[in-house]
């Protein structure tokens, strides 16, 4: 039982080991019998070693590939499959993988064969072969060396024993980016002529088909074309590709383009202006319409872009002051001699603005800001205070920096004009004098604050001797009130004796008319008494009787007038004072009393008197 396993084992190892020897040399037997298995993604390179029959057994001249049969790599490959009669003696078989170009690459060919380059060419011209599969095809007519034309991403079935073969990155512009292309091969640049960037030619599918670039014309070197954002499967052995960003004009700014290609344009910028030439866009020299603010894919190896700020520029002739554009960084402080021999530092600003319009001739005259700045604005500024100082005084250019700041701005006005730059404001900042002067004019103005203070305090005892006097007056207003007030009182008084003697006067003359009244009325009666006879004793009674009545009423009524007229001449109570006075000097008693007691009104005044006075009579 265990012969027959070791048996058994030892057969089937003989047969796996059969199997493994023809599995592993299963080629070895097919190659002696000259049969060939060309597996998937490879192709066959064959190497004929020697020709044993025919006229061409070798190759021609300089060839490296055989075309028609003779000895060497054959252009012809072997695709995968089974092949015949490849005797191992008379072929050499090597298996090639396919060429891959993954996305994103390319690949860049370099031909071992073909016809010899023409002088003055870097790159073979394309030639229609299948992308450089068909060997025997590119043989009939292409050139030797590198190839224009390259391949572009996927599988390739090529004869590496004629084409090299190598990748390379597709060119890629980022985004905000121009990418300026330099060109290896083409036409020669005509340097007689200025020119130095080839001219934009077209068809040629932005650089990436160099066949057709040199087809129409192009010319070799710095192109005046520039690539976009994007991705281009240019081949590295025809041009480069330098991204750079695209230019930016700022706000509040304008881009004057300086252009070094281009036709001869005409000038444009007029009679008047005589500093340089301004021509349209797309010609060469700067161009009269500028760039407004934004982003442009701008050649910055053929073009010059010029920023000029349209919004007011202020510069500082200050050693310690500087604005963010940098354009006064190597201005500074202004040194000045006044007339008096002093020498002195002040400090200005200038505010300019330059309009869009004038731009392109600020430009054309000087090239950039910043000659501008050191050929106009710096010595016409400098020398303007220069000589403004020798005119004055140290210390009268300090007390008339207004005026001296007027002139200035109107001044320089009037000169920047006519370098197309607009002058804003002119603004004179710190003043140094030499420190002795300094110190006289410090006494002063100590001085004169002193003076003022010396004023203010006078003023301040002025003011308060007038409030004194406001304060003494105010305590002494109610005693002169009251003083004026008995004035006052005393006035009326007089007043109204004055009334009551004029009353006494009418009084005394209405009496004694009224009695002269009353002798006329009794004269009269009495007369007409006398003349009546005595026709009839009844009518004398009558008659009598009524004269009579006639007297008593004409005596009752003058009385009454006369008491009326007394009383409309005073009051009624002065009336019966006065009334009352005549009945008591009738009665002999004293008007004037030994005591006099005054009430508190001046009407009734007489009447009290005169009652105090009875009553004392009375008690006496």
């Known amino acids: 039982m265990d012969g027959i396993q070791m048996t058994s084992l030892v057969f089937a190892g003989l047969v796996l080991a059969a199997?493994?020897?023809?599995?592993?040399?299963?080629?070895?037997?097919?190659?002696?019998?000259?049969?060939?298995?060309?597996?998937?993604?490879?192709?066959?390179?064959?190497?004929?070693?020697?020709?044993?029959?025919?006229?061409?057994?070798?190759?021609?001249?300089?060839?490296?590939?055989?075309?028609?049969?003779?000895?060497?790599?054959?252009?012809?490959?072997?695709?995968?499959?089974?092949?015949?009669?490849?005797?191992?003696?008379?072929?050499?078989?090597?298996?090639?993988?396919?060429?891959?170009?993954?996305?994103?690459?390319?690949?860049?060919?370099?031909?071992?064969?073909?016809?010899?380059?023409?002088?003055?060419?870097?790159?073979?011209?394309?030639?229609?072969?299948?992308?450089?599969q068909d060997a025997r095809k590119f043989l009939a007519g292409g050139q030797r060396g590198p190839q224009v034309a390259v391949l572009g991403p996927g599988v390739y079935r090529i004869n590496t024993k004629l084409f090299n073969i190598r990748m390379a990155q597709a060119t890629v512009v980022g985004v905000d980016e121009v990418g300026i292309v330099t060109?290896?091969?083409?036409?020669?640049?005509?340097?007689?002529?200025?020119?130095?960037?080839?001219?934009?030619?077209?068809?040629?599918?932005?650089?990436?088909?160099?066949?057709?670039?040199?087809?129409?014309?192009?010319?070799?070197?710095?192109?005046?074309?520039?690539?976009?954002?994007?991705?281009?499967?240019?081949?590295?052995?025809?041009?480069?590709?330098?991204?750079?960003?695209?230019?930016?004009?700022?706000?509040?700014?304008?881009?004057?383009?300086i252009s070094y290609v281009g036709s001869e344009g005409e000038d444009i910028s007029g009679d008047d202006f005589k500093h340089g030439n301004l021509v349209r866009q797309g010609q060469r020299g700067v161009w009269a319409e500028?760039?407004?603010?934004?982003?442009?894919?701008?050649?910055?190896?053929?073009?010059?872009?010029?920023?000029?700020?349209?919004?007011?520029?202020?510069?500082?002739?200050a050693d310690a002051k500087t604005e963010a554009h940098a354009l006064d960084a190597n201005l500074s402080t202004i040194t000045a001699r006044s007339t008096d021999g002093f020498t002195f530092n002040l400090d200005v600003s200038q505010i300019i603005h330059i309009p869009r319009q004038q731009a392109a001739m600020v430009i054309a005259r000087f090239g950039n800001m910043a000659n501008l700045v050191t050929q106009v604005l710096e010595p016409v500024i400098g020398n303007y205070f220069r000589n403004s100082a020798q005119k004055n005084d140290v210390i009268d250019f300090l007390q008339e920096r207004?005026?001296?700041?007027?002139?200035?701005?109107?001044?320089?006005?009037?000169?920047?004009?006519?370098?197309?730059?607009?002058?804003?404001?002119?603004?004179?900042?710190?003043?140094?004098?030499?420190n002795d002067l300094m110190k006289t004019l410090t006494d002063r103005k100590l001085a004169q604050q002193n003076k003022v203070t010396f004023d203010?305090?006078?003023?301040?005892?002025?003011?308060?001797?007038?409030?004194?006097?406001?304060?003494a007056t105010a305590s002494t207003q109610a005693e002169v009130v009251a003083a004026e007030r008995k004035v006052a009182i005393a006035e009326f008084n007089a007043q109204a004796w004055v009334k009551t003697a004029e009353g006494d006067g009418k009084r005394k003359t209405i009496t004694a008319a009224a009695e002269r009244e009353v002798q006329r009325v009794n004269g009269l009666a009495t007369a007409d008494v006398q003349k009546i006879s005595g026709s009839a004793q009844a009518e004398v009674v009558k008659t009598i009787g009524n004269a009579e009545?006639?007297?008593?009423?004409?005596?009752?009524?003058?009385?009454?007038?006369?008491?009326?007229?007394?009383?409309?001449?005073?009051?009624?109570?002065?009336?019966?004072?006065?009334?009352?006075a005549r009945a008591l000097a009738g009665h002999q008693h004293r008007l004037v009393p030994d005591i006099v007691a005054s009430g508190g009104g001046e009407s009734g005044g007489l009447v009290q008197v005169l009652l105090a006075k009875m009553l004392k009579d009375d008690k006496s």
């Open 456 to 471: 203010n305090q006078k003023l301040a005892e002025d003011a308060r001797v007038q409030f004194e006097q406001a304060k």
């Open 183 to 257: 060109v290896s091969d083409g036409r020669q640049l005509e340097t007689d002529t200025g020119e130095i960037a080839g001219p934009q030619v077209e068809g040629h599918n932005s650089f990436q088909d160099a066949d057709a670039f040199m087809r129409a014309g192009g010319a070799k070197g710095l192109q005046e074309q520039v690539l976009l954002a994007g991705r281009y499967f240019i081949n590295p052995l025809f041009a480069t590709v330098d991204p750079v960003p695209m230019t930016m004009v700022p706000i509040a700014h304008v881009g004057v383009v």
């Open 402 to 434: 207004q005026q001296r700041q007027q002139e200035a701005r109107a001044a320089i006005a009037t000169a920047l004009g006519s370098y197309n730059v607009e002058a804003v404001d002119t603004l004179i900042g710190d003043i140094v004098p030499p």
């Open 19 to 132: 199997v493994l020897v023809v599995f592993l040399f299963y080629r070895l037997f097919l190659r002696l019998f000259g049969v060939v298995l060309v597996p998937e993604n490879h192709i066959a390179l064959v190497n004929k070693k020697y020709v044993l029959f025919g006229k061409n057994k070798t190759l021609p001249d300089g060839a490296v590939i055989a075309l028609n049969g003779e000895a060497g790599w054959q252009a012809d490959t072997l695709p995968p499959g089974v092949y015949f009669w490849l005797w191992p003696f008379q072929y050499q078989v090597e298996f090639q993988e396919f060429i891959e170009v993954k996305d994103g690459q390319l690949g860049v060919v370099d031909a071992i064969d073909g016809v010899p380059l023409p002088k003055g060419r870097v790159l073979a011209s394309a030639v229609d072969c299948f992308s450089f």
């Open 290 to 317: 500028p760039l407004d603010p934004g982003k442009y894919p701008i050649n910055t190896h053929t073009h010059k872009v010029e920023m000029v700020p349209t919004a007011n520029v202020v510069l500082n002739w």
């Open 549 to 580: 009545a006639a007297k008593s009423l004409a005596i009752g009524s003058a009385e009454a007038d006369v008491i009326k007229m007394k009383i409309a001449s005073m009051t009624s109570e002065n009336y019966a004072s006065v009334e009352i």
